[in-house]
């Protein structure tokens, strides 16, 4: 799967300087805040929603922990870009690809060891299909891209750029996590199974317009039949066959047992 594409207080402290960003040649003053589980990388255009952002940095790192009972295992940055262009210059980085322009409803990546996120002030006018003044949304996206980094700090590819018919469990996870698992997007998916339009194989449940229904409505099944202790435990898979293996099901009876239980 390779990834293409997620206030201040006293006891803490903010230093700001000028210094070249990891990647990219251009350079730009970054403000800092440094938290337990990450450091927070911003600059001054975002200076005004720093606050709402953090705290939905640090309630999305505590909703996960608590609901995996397993904690982050490594700290990580999290870095909020003024624009698209500077975020495509460090995905170009990341992602080894000069060449790399993001679409419009790319606006956030997460793996093991950064966030990346384009920030909500410049959504109205560098990307589509998203809302910068809808504070679920914006919750939403940072959880999303947080599930991925606590997803790949337990899984041996930490950047998912390997990871082998299971990008459904991946961005599964973040939606389901995350609360994007919606009633709006279940009904869909629903409608879908009335119609007989369901994916037969798990690669397509992470394709077409419903992909994040279909997907985290998966993941939803499997912590409801398996337990959150399993599905932590499918943390650790890299392919499709191992994880199943693990499940003890084949790939048309776990797709079978899913679909039946839309109507439930």
């Not at 410049?122 to 679920?136: I, L, P, R």
């Amino acid at each position: 799967m390779k990834r293409t594409f997620t206030y201040l207080l006293l006891l803490f402290y903010s230093v700001s300087f000028a210094r070249s960003f990891p990647g990219v040649n251009d350079s730009i003053e970054w403000k800092e805040l440094a938290r337990d589980k990450y450091t927070f990388h911003y600059t001054s255009a975002d200076q005004h929603m720093i606050k709402k952002i953090d705290s939905y940095l640090q309630s999305g790192v505590e909703y996960i922990v608590d609901n995996f009972h397993h904690s982050f295992v490594n700290k990580f940055d999290v870095y909020i870009f003024p624009n698209r262009t500077l975020m495509d210059k460090q995905w170009q980085k990341e992602w080894g690809d000069s060449s790399f322009q993001s679409q419009c409803w790319m606006i956030a990546s997460g793996v093991a060891h950064r966030l990346d996120m384009l920030s909500p002030n410049a959504w109205a006018k560098e990307a589509c299909d998203h809302n910068g003044n809808d504070s679920t949304e914006i919750r939403q996206v940072i959880w999303h891209e947080l599930v991925h980094v606590f997803h790949g700090q337990y899984n041996p590819d930490h950047t998912f750029n390997y990871i082998e018919g299971l990008d459904w469990l991946v961005e599964g996870l973040a939606t389901y996590v995350s609360g994007q698992l919606d009633e709006k997007r279940l009904q869909r998916v629903k409608q879908l199974s009335k119609e007989n339009n369901t994916p037969s194989i798990l690669e397509n449940f992470w394709k077409g317009q419903e992909k994040y229904g279909l997907s985290g409505s998966m993941v939803n099944y499997i912590d409801k039949t398996f337990g959150r202790t399993k599905l932590f435990a499918l943390l650790k898979f890299t392919n499709k066959q191992d994880a199943l293996k693990f499940l003890g099901l084949s790939e048309e009876q776990l797709i079978k047992n899913w679909e039946a239980s839309l109507t439930q």
